[in-house]
């Protein structure tokens, strides 16, 4: 097929503002937990629900889910008996780690000042 022919078909993003998709996904409840979770290793989904503690298996898979569709986690299925699964960081997911520590530690140093300013607030709001 000559190159000159082809017709360049623009890809359509789903989300068109970049910030909000991802923060759509990374905002949730979980992602944030389970990619730290990840952080050290390949891990079963049996020990990342142990390691978060107080999330249902139900959310879990689904959060982890959304996770492999975005190329942040990838889920290695091995034929076994019973099958084995293993779900780790991808180059991705890994060069996320930096931004997110940083918003982890802001939340950390910040999250008194927010307390006290949704209390303030509430106060005055009465």
Aim: aromatic fraction near 8%; charge should be negative; proline fraction near 6%.
């Amino acid at each position: 097929m000559d190159q000159d022919n082809l017709i360049a078909i623009p890809f359509v993003f789903e989300q068109p503002c970049p910030i909000r998709d991802v923060l759509d996904r990374i905002g949730d409840q979980w992602s944030l937990l389970i990619l730290q979770v990840l952080e050290h290793g390949t891990m079963r989904f049996s020990a990342i629900n142990r390691a978060i503690g107080d999330i249902s298996k139900q959310m879990l898979s689904k959060t982890l889910k959304s996770l492999e569709e975005d190329g942040f986690i990838r889920r290695t299925l091995y034929p076994e008996v019973p099958p084995r699964v293993e779900y780790e960081l991808t180059d991705l997911g890994r060069s996320f780690l930096v931004p997110m520590k940083e918003l982890i530690a802001w939340a950390d140093e910040h999250h008194r000042a927010i307390c006290e300013a949704r209390a303030s607030y509430l106060a005055n709001a009465k």
